[in-house]
């Protein structure tokens, strides 16, 4: 599908979604980050006529990642009447959450609780305006190999772009115009202080993650598959004990 007719088709798949819904919604919200899924996914919201708030949540935020996200907000805003930007300034609750849980400490485990923080947040402002909460998860994320935090960036109610590659999306931002800057920041997940990449963290580019997850006989397969194994309990469903009747 072209480009354009794949833009169309997903900003209408988000408007059928919504007039849909039992008790239809009336907002998405979305939180942004500064890098190019949550810049198309927002944008696409917009499209959609429907209002659209858009929250940057930073949390000891790297200020290049976070004035990225500030400039799409910006970007947004004078382009849609119907988006609401907000600055939801989370440090100090999450310096708080870290103190609490100081005996328990795990860099890992609090870079996950940032991400869980953002969610609890989006879901807070998505109670209070009608509103369901949209997710910006890519093709190769959310179902190749599970790059996400389980009941943080993956707690949400619609995945729009969720059957786009990477590579997809880039073509997409293109199209729609999104800020350069954007486009060629390198990916990143906004979870570490040291800002590490995706990439970096994953071991492989996402345009070589691609050719693994869709290739079998990929030289990359195996590294594709040993992560993919990893984070399975993400991608599937939640096992239940079942008893015997």
């Not at 917009?46 to 659209?52: D, S």
């Not at 935020?61 to 907000?73: D, G, T």
């Not at 997940?189 to 990449?197: P, S, Y």
Request: proline share 4%; hydrophobic share 35%; glycine share 8%.
């Amino acid at each position: 599908m072209e480009v354009s007719k794949k833009i169309i088709f997903i900003k209408d798949w988000i408007l059928n979604y919504v007039e849909k819904m039992p008790k239809k919604a009336k907002s998405l919200v979305i939180g942004i980050s500064g890098g190019i899924d949550s810049s198309v996914s927002s944008t696409l919201c917009a499209m959609t006529g429907l209002k659209t708030i858009v929250l940057t949540m930073p949390i000891k935020q790297i200020n290049s990642q976070h004035n990225l996200s500030l400039k799409h907000q910006k970007w947004l805003k004078s382009k849609f009447k119907n988006v609401e930007p907000h600055i939801v300034e989370l440090d100090d609750v999450f310096k708080s959450f870290e103190n609490k849980l100081s005996p328990f400490a795990n860099d890992h485990g609090f870079a996950n609780s940032r991400a869980r923080l953002r969610m609890t947040t989006l879901y807070q402002v998505a109670a209070a305006n009608s509103g369901i909460v949209v997710g910006t998860g890519n093709k190769v994320e959310d179902f190749g190999v599970g790059f996400y935090t389980k009941y943080g960036d993956g707690g949400v109610d619609i995945s729009p772009i969720a059957d786009c590659t990477k590579t997809e999306i880039w073509e997409i931002g293109k199209e729609l115009g999104i800020e350069e800057e954007i486009i060629k920041a390198q990916p990143t997940d906004g979870l570490w202080d040291d800002g590490r990449t995706d990439e970096g963290q994953l071991g492989l580019s996402y345009k070589d993650l691609e050719e693994a997850m869709e290739n079998p006989n990929s030289l990359n397969r195996s590294k594709y598959e040993s992560i993919r194994k990893l984070n399975l309990h993400k991608m599937d469903a939640i096992p239940v004990c079942k008893i015997p009747k």
